[in-house]
T-cell receptor, first 115, second 113 residues
């Protein structure tokens, strides 16, 4: 079975500061890794994903994430945040070769960017 | 390009009533999913479908039913609504399944009183 732990439920940060949202996962098999963002009263949209290859993945809106297999982590980073980045961010994993539809989400991290 | 469309956006049900949450996608995706989102709990998979005529249970299927008669539509049926089904429901679709992007609808906020 897989599980995802997002270590911070809320992260307040000032505009133009850097931010890191932490994600750790547990799985007995290899996984694909995803970060989704949810703006208020909206559905989720994909920020970035790691399937294979380079462990540093770049996504939309200036976000990037680094896959660390030894630490089973997939932390999301942005060097300088904007007010518009205020949203809830979800880390998710899907087992390679597993049953379709098996996308496991973390509980989410609410990023609040203050002026 | 509409993407994934869910209706209704909001609904209040009384205990014991039933309703169908509608979901349609225009991207010709073969995979479709229903999730529920509860505060602080992330998203839990209710049911999913890998193509017309094929559905399977997710993590929290009790109290729900689905059908997939066409590629485009994947309705979620609630029978005998209970307060525990108060949640925000999201429908999603993807082309190949587990390693490709899932596209989400805007959600249906359901309250059972």
């Amino acid at each position: 079975a897989q599980s995802v732990t997002q270590l911070d439920s809320q992260v307040p940060v000032f505009e133009e500061a850097p931010v890191e949202l932490r994600c750790n996962y547990s799985s007995s098999v290899s996984v694909y890794l995803f970060w989704y963002v949810q703006y208020p009263n909206q559905g989720l949209q994909l920020l970035l994903k790691y399937l294979s290859g380079s462990t540093l993945v770049k996504g939309i809106n200036g976000f990037e994430a680094e896959f660390n297999k030894s630490q089973t982590s997939f932390h999301l980073r942005k060097p300088s945040v904007h007010i518009s980045d205020t949203a809830e961010y979800f880390c998710a994993v899907s087992p390679r070769g597993g049953s379709q539809g098996n996308l496991i989400f973390g509980k989410g991290t609410k990023l609040s960017v203050k002026p | 390009n509409a993407g994934v469309t869910q209706t209704p956006k909001f609904r209040i049900l009384k205990i014991g009533q039933s309703m169908t949450l509608q979901c349609t996608q225009d991207m010709n995706h073969n995979y479709m999913y229903w999730y529920r989102q509860d505060p602080g709990m992330g998203l839990k998979l209710i049911y999913y479908s890998v193509g017309a005529g094929i559905t399977d249970k997710g993590e929290v299927p009790n109290g729900y039913n689905v059908s997939r008669s066409t590629t485009e539509d994947f309705p979620l049926r609630l029978e005998l609504a209970a307060p525990s089904q108060t949640s925000v429901y999201f429908c999603a679709s993807s082309y190949l399944g587990q390693n490709t992007e899932a596209f989400f609808g805007q959600g249906t906020r359901l309250t059972v009183v």
